[in-house]
């Protein structure tokens, strides 16, 4: 069956980076879009950054842009989400999954939590 694996959540002060990374099996992953969501408990999943199969475009939402890096390794079936400089407010459960309304399975999420 489809899985997601995310990993890499941490608590970090503000201004530090984290490394997430998300395992993807069940598919074939090269022929998907992914992309990174988070949530904050009691609001609605918020999508963070998209990449094309290929790796070769990336969008992000206003709120990341400029700090946030997406990529891909679909030789790993792995997706990454490079996160720099990061503020109280990104402090949220992340989330991978392929850009699909067939694909509708999430993983567990992984926790990042910035504060001092």
């Known amino acids: 069956q489809v899985q997601f694996v995310e990993s890499g959540g941490g608590l970090v002060q503000p201004g530090g980076s984290l490394r997430l990374s998300c395992t993807a099996s069940?598919?074939?992953?090269?022929?998907?879009?992914m992309a990174w969501y988070r949530q904050v408990t009691g609001k609605e999943r918020e999508q963070v950054a998209t990449?094309?199969?290929?790796?070769?475009?990336?969008n992000y939402a206003d709120s990341v842009k400029g700090r946030f890096t997406i990529s891909r390794d679909n030789g790993k079936n792995t997706v990454y989400l490079q996160m720099n400089s990061l503020k109280p407010e990104d402090t949220a459960v992340y989330y991978c999954?392929?850009?699909?309304?067939?694909?509708?399975?999430w993983g567990q999420g992984t926790q990042v939590t910035v504060s001092s």
């Open positions: 069940g598919f074939i992953f090269s022929r998907y879009v």
């Open positions: 999954k392929a850009v699909s309304s067939v694909l509708t399975s």
């Open positions: 990449i094309s199969t290929g790796g070769i475009t990336t």
